[in-house]
C-alpha cells in the first residue's frame, strides 16, 4: 500500500476524525497542516484538489484525491478496514452507515458551529448565552438517543468498535472539555471513558484546541 497523502491542520475536527480512523486501520502516511492560521487551502495548486478550499483531502497512491470527510472515511473503511469496523455484507453494513451518517448530521454539524464555536472560538464579549443554551438543548435531543443505544451496547452501531463509532465520538473529547452545562448521562459518560483509553483516540482527538480560542 502506498503512504496516504493527508491535507489538513489538526485541529480540523474533520481532519481529527480522519486522522483517528487512519490510526485505527493503522495505515502509513504523512499529513501536511493547511487551513486556518496555517493558510494554503486557497492556493491554486490546493483548490486543483478540492475546488470548495477545505480540508481535509485524501490522496491514496495514483487515485484522484478525495475531499468530504465522510466519503473519506467510508473509502478507507471499505478499503483496509476489518469486516467488523465496516462489514462487507450490505445490510449490516447498512446499519453502521445508518449511525455514521446520524453522527455525522445531528451530532457533528449540531456541536461544532452551534456549541463550540459560540463558546471557544467567539470572544467573550460576543457570546450570546441564551443561543449557547438554545443549541446545547437542540444538542441534547440528539445525545438522548445516543445514551439510549449505549444503554443497550458496548458501542454506537453495538457490539464492535466501527466506522459509526469515529463519526460519533470525534467530538466528544471537545464536548466533555469546554465549560458547559451537560446533561447527566451514565452510558455516553461511560462510552466516552473507553473511547479516551484507545491510544489512536489519545493521538489525534485530545488535542488542545487553544489556537482556535478567541480572546476578545
Known sequence: MAQLEIWGRQTSSNVQ???WCVAELNLAYIRHDVGHRYGGNDRPEFLAMNPNGTVPVLQ???????WETGA?????????GSDTFWPKTSHVRAQI?????????NIALNF?????????????SKRDPAAIQQAI???DHFLDIAEV??????????EFFTLADIQFGHVLFRYFDIPIVRTTRPALWRYYQSLTQRAAFQQHVMLSYEELRVLE
Open 17 to 19: 476524525a480522519l486522522m
Open 112 to 124: 461544532t458551529g452551534p456549541v463550540f464555536w459560540r463558546v471557544i472560538r467567539t470572544a467573550p
Open 137 to 139: 438543548a437542540a444538542l
Open 72 to 80: 473519506i472515511l467510508r473509502y478507507l473503511a471499505d478499503q483496509y
Open 97 to 105: 452507515d445508518k449511525w455514521a451518517e446520524w453522527s455525522k448530521l
Open 149 to 158: 443505544q449505549l444503554t443497550q451496547h458496548p458501542f454506537l452501531a453495538g
Open 60 to 66: 491514496d497512491g495514483d487515485a484522484e484525491p478525495l
